[in-house]
């Protein structure tokens, strides 16, 4: 048992809301508490990044923190890493611990998780955008799947009814985190990072403008969010679109609607680059917050969750703990989402999310001259000059 004396507060233990119950019920059922002699306490932190790094500024300037151990995302490891809110994790880790990553996921650990050469994160999940597909009503029409964005395009003329509100793809594109997720996953299947505003991003803004002329892509997507892009398509209105792994769950779980064939993940339409990196995978981890009092207990609770035998374990919770590591993914065992990450990974097609030092600002930028220029307030040109121009002052 570690060395450590147990403190009358129980850490602090911050995660989404969606997370609590999973991560309650492992704590519990693996017996963290009898193992360690530290209890938990498991909060709810705000989910919007802004409000969370606000929350997090707001204690770094005091000099304290409201939590002791943290899961969080890009946009937060982003920011946070820069101005110095994290602890360095890499001496908690035994010395063959990477060997149970896949390559996909060190590419990610690289770019999102380490700064200045110290790791501040470790991530607990590996969540690529994949891409769903209503294989019955294209067996039906005895049209094939999409493989290329023209064979997408295309799809307008089979499926789009706009008048009775069909289209044949859509996405949750309102501004304000949405449309960069969009922005960034076309771009790199035109073969660039949207955060250099090359030619790349002219091509994917052109291409994304030409599914709406077309009435492929339902216009309305840039006032819609993940809510309203799934609603419509559980409710017959979609033929394909991207998403999140957790749409597994919502089409597994709408029992009055879910048939085999209705929500079938293919890969994604590749276009100018090729198949290879044509989506990526965004993550959450765990970390410590530098002004924890806690600290040697808060590095007990993190080894423990990066355990080898406890995060294969975690993946029978929740689909939140299906990370790229071997142990986890032979631990899922190719059900739910694991069989379709295998594939995803299988196929090379899952690249490193596009980073930026600036993320955040970065993103902002991004996302309001392509709303500008897909809602035919300014012309392409226009957008890509003020992308640029703007990207460059940051």
Known sequence: MPNIILQREPLKFGLGGWAI???????????????TGIEVEVLTRP??????????????????SPYDVIDFEDELAVTGSRAGWYMGLDDLLPSDFWDDWTEGALGVTDVWDRYDGELFRIHHNFEACYWWARKDWFDAKGIALPTTWEEAAALGDAFTDADAGVWA????????????????????????????????????????????????????????DYDQQNADY?????????????????????????????????LPPAGPAGAKNSTYAAGWGWGIPKNTKRGDEAKELVKWLVDKQNAAKMVDYSVWYLGARNSVLEAANGEGVAEYLQMYSDAGVIGTRPFDENFVQASSILEESASAYLTDQISLDDAVDQARSRMERL
Do not use: C
Request: hydrophobic content about 40%; glycine content about 10%.
């Open 234 to 266: 559980l409710a017959d209105r979609v033929a394909f679109m991207r998403q999140w792994p957790f749409f597994y769950d919502l089409a597994h779980g709408a029992e009055d609607w879910y048939e085999e064939g209705k929500a079938v993940v293919i």
């Open 21 to 35: 119950d999973s991560m309650t019920q492992i704590l519990q059922e693996l017996d963290f508490t009898g193992q």
């Open 169 to 224: 793809t859509e996405d949750g594109l309102v501004s304000g985190g949405f449309l960069n997720v969009y922005l960034a996953v076309i771009t790199m299947q035109a073969g660039g990072n949207p955060f250099e505003v090359g030619d790349e991003f002219r091509t994917a803004l052109e291409y994304v403008n030409d599914l709406m002329k077309s009435k492929t892509l339902n216009p309305a997507s840039l006032q819609k």
């Open 47 to 64: 989910g919007a990044p802004d409000e969370m790094i606000t929350q997090m500024a707001s204690g770094a300037q005091a000099g304290n």
